[in-house]
């Protein structure tokens, strides 16, 4: 099946800083989707993305579909305390496969104060 | 408003007990799912259900068992539980498939096999 490489496993940073991570996959995907898990809660969407090349923010956080259809990145900026938690992409194919998302294992963030 | 809705939230069995977990929705949500999450693995499909009645593997299947005989239930059988089952068990839910690439989650089932 498809499988998504997101990098990096895990980040420790201070607080204030700017975060980036990111997804590849040898497949191309239709949607590109970033959640955030909370720890002891299940993932909450954060970003989707429909198009290749978009860019699309959300408070602090900025999200772009690579032009290739095979990566996404994920920027936050100005970071605090309660950007703590694991952050997942997940691809969709589209077509008869709208049910499916496929996850990358996560980045595991956390913020020093 | 109450979402996703998972029970229990902690369980021990012992190897070669069967359980239910409990998934029910008040969304009206079409789609369910059930996901597993082991550490540092990201979340695997199980089984899904894209209405009452239907439902359809996922990416590992193996060794447990869903129906759909509601809109809102979606529960999930495990059958002769196997260590390697141990793992924390997510439901979702969505009205329109991944097209809008939205799922709400419940808060997760952690299951511990001895």
């Excluded at chain 1, 860019?55 to 956080?61: D, K, W």
């Excluded at chain 2, 999930?76 to 991944?98: D, H, I, K, M, N």
Aim: charged share 15%.
């Amino acid at each position: 099946g498809q499988q998504l490489n997101q990098s990096p496993q895990s980040m420790f940073i201070q607080e204030g800083e700017d975060v980036s991570m990111n997804c590849t996959s040898s497949s191309i995907f239709n949607t590109w989707l970033w959640y955030k898990q909370d720890p002891g809660e299940g993932p909450v969407l954060l970003i989707a993305l429909y198009k290749a090349g978009e860019l699309t923010s959300n408070g602090r956080l900025t999200a772009q579909f690579g032009i290739t259809r095979k990566d996404s990145f994920l920027n936050i900026s100005a970071s605090i305390p309660s950007d703590v938690g694991i952050y997942f992409c997940a691809g969709q194919l589209g077509g008869g496969s709208n049910y499916k998302l496929t996850f990358g294992k996560g980045t595991l963030l956390t913020v020093n104060p | 408003n109450a979402g996703v809705t998972q029970t229990p939230k902690f369980r021990i069995l012992k190897i070669g007990q069967s359980m239910t977990l409990q998934c029910a929705q008040d969304m009206n949500h079409n789609y369910m799912y059930w996901y597993r999450q082991d550490p540092g693995m990201g979340l695997k499909l199980i089984y899904y259900s894209v209405g009452a009645g239907i439902t359809d593997k996922g990416e590992v299947p193996n060794g447990y068992n869903v129906s759909r005989s509601t809109t809102e239930d979606f529960p999930l059988r495990l059958e002769l539980a196997a260590p390697s089952q141990t793992s924390v068990y997510f439901c979702a839910s969505s009205y329109l498939g991944t097209l809008t690439g939205e799922l709400f989650f419940g808060e997760g089932s952690r299951l511990t096999v001895l």
